[in-house]
């Protein structure tokens, strides 16, 4: 068994494929509208389906925002560098919800950003405590 993707409902599309592709890196690896459900899937990650985990984004036509809820957390995406990439991201309109530095209580340094329909994004610094430095994918931006 393997984790495949995680969905996340969001209420403009192209908004939200230009955050996690153009902010964050990632590639769309298929998109598909389904007229007679009245909703678009687009899935993306830093790697095939077949080898990765990646983000099943859904749009449902005619809802352009969802309350979170407090039961939800966040994505995490290890980062070779937080303090560039959150810069990267700032530079580029993204929201840096709290700034690169250790987390409460530990060392391993984090970061929080803001997708376009409030969803938590944490960036972990790679090779910081409980985290091991992986090949960097290379269509990752960040």
Same mark, same amino acid.
């Given at each position: 068994?393997?984790?495949?993707?995680?969905?996340?409902?969001?209420?403009?599309?192209?908004? /939200? *494929?230009?955050? #996690? @592709? &153009?902010?964050?890196?990632? $590639?769309? *690896?298929?998109?598909?509208?389904?007229?007679?459900?009245?909703?678009?899937?687009?899935?993306?990650?830093?790697?095939?389906? /077949?080898?990765?985990?990646?983000?099943? *984004? !859904?749009? &449902?036509?005619?809802?352009?925002?969802?309350?979170?809820?407090?039961? #939800?957390?966040?994505?995490?995406?290890?980062?070779?560098?937080?303090y560039?990439? @959150?810069? %990267?991201?700032?530079?580029?309109?993204? &929201?840096?919800?709290?700034?690169?530095?250790?987390?409460?209580?530990? /060392? !391993?340094?984090?970061?929080?950003? !803001?997708?376009?329909?409030?969803? $938590?994004?944490?960036?972990?610094? *790679?090779g !910081?405590?409980? #985290?091991?430095?992986?090949?960097?994918? %290379?269509? %990752?931006?960040?």
């Amino acid at each position: 068994m393997r984790l495949l993707h995680t969905m996340l409902r969001v209420g403009n599309l192209e908004r /939200s *494929l230009n955050f #996690y @592709c &153009n902010l964050l890196g990632m $590639k769309l *690896l298929r998109q598909k509208d389904y007229p007679a459900g009245e909703f678009t899937l687009a899935f993306v990650g830093y790697g095939e389906e /077949s080898d990765h985990t990646v983000l099943e *984004l !859904t749009h &449902n036509w005619g809802t352009d925002r969802y309350d979170l809820g407090d039961a #939800y957390g966040h994505i995490a995406i290890g980062v070779e560098d937080i303090y560039a990439t @959150c810069e %990267a991201i700032r530079q580029q309109g993204g &929201n840096v919800a709290r700034e690169p530095g250790p987390m409460k209580h530990g /060392s !391993t340094v984090i970061a929080f950003v !803001t997708d376009p329909d409030g969803y $938590k994004v944490e960036l972990i610094q *790679l090779g !910081t405590q409980g #985290y091991v430095r992986e090949e960097k994918p %290379a269509t %990752a931006a960040v």
